[in-house]
C-alpha cells in the first residue's frame, strides 16, 4: 500500500540539540521523496506536542 505525499514545515531546526550537531546542515542533506521518521516527544520541556523529524 502506498502513502501519499505530504509536505510540511519543520521548525525549531535552530535550536541546539544535546548532540550538538547542525541540524541545518542535516536538513540540506535530505532530498524531495527521501523518507523520515516522526517521533512523538511528550516529554519535550518546550513543547509535549512535539514531534521529532
Known amino acids: 500500500m502506498s502513502r501519499p505525499d505530504i509536505s510540511l514545515a519543520v521548525v525549531g531546526a535552530i535550536h541546539e540539540n544535546k548532540e550538538r ?22 516529554k519535550n520541556p518546550f513543547d509535549p506536542s512535539a514531534i521529532a523529524v
Open 21 to 42: 550537531n547542525n541540524r541545518l546542515f542535516e536538513i540540506r542533506l535530505c532530498v524531495p521523496g527521501e523518507a523520515v521518521d516522526l517521533v512523538p516527544e511528550p
